[in-house]
């Protein structure tokens, strides 16, 4: 059993971390900067989100390589870099984490397989296998695929970690948007197809995260659980976003969020956290509503 698996059979329910993106350019980071060479340059500020969640009680902890694949880091002239920064962002957390899990966070490539795109299948997981590859070398026992809308693209990721190292526990989520016939991806994706081909592809934790409030998440889980039996991680937005003075802003309070935890652990989810807008305070109060309702 991994050490995700292991850790939901001895407490039931899991807290997980925040937003990383928003924290980082809290501290200097530009749209003009590569996040994942700050893995290396600003290894300390990285580090300190980490610990910013630690503090805050979380169990699981992402890190900071959303899109430290090659074919995103070619995109901005680090393509050669791929294992540097892969390594230095496990590194980092794991360094920063305390107790806590750390996960391997694997986005998007921002390229589709054929017949979408011109990429093979194994194209595809031989460039998660370099990322995720290097994350496991520096001692990673966990990865979390995330952020995903293609379902060929995320089952590459899924086997590319289990053709590594088969104990390792993955995640899988992917970002959901209503429509007519429910919850789909921007590639049509429901959450019974993710059921289907990420149980077959290895994964042993499925969900969603990113774009929807913690309201519409109590939704989707509860779609999820039509569906499987299997570990739910939700990470949901902190609220809608809104466009205020050119900034995007997220307004719910820890303590909305927080309010509606009892809804999504009784809808499904298995491990909660947050994503955009969400930070150590939105996961500290999130906590404590966990511990009240295993106290309750």
Known sequence: MGVILGALEAKGLLVSDGAWGTMLQAKGMTSDDCPEEWNLSHAEDVQAVASAYAEAGSDIILTNTFGGSLLKLAKMGHGEKVVDYNRAGAANSLAAAGDAIVAGSVGPTGEFIEPLGEMTAAEMEAVFSEQIGAMLDAGLRAICVETMSAIEEAACAVRAAKHLDATVDVITTFTFNASPKGFKTMMGVGPEQVV?????????????????????????AKAFREHTDMPLLIHANAGVPELIGGKTVFRQSPEDMAARVGELVAAGANIVGGCCGTTPMHISAMKAAIADLENS
């Open 196 to 220: 289907a081909t990420m149980g077959e592809a290895g994964a042993d934790v499925l969900g969603s995260n990113c774009g929807n409030g913690i309201e519409q998440m109590v939704d989707i």
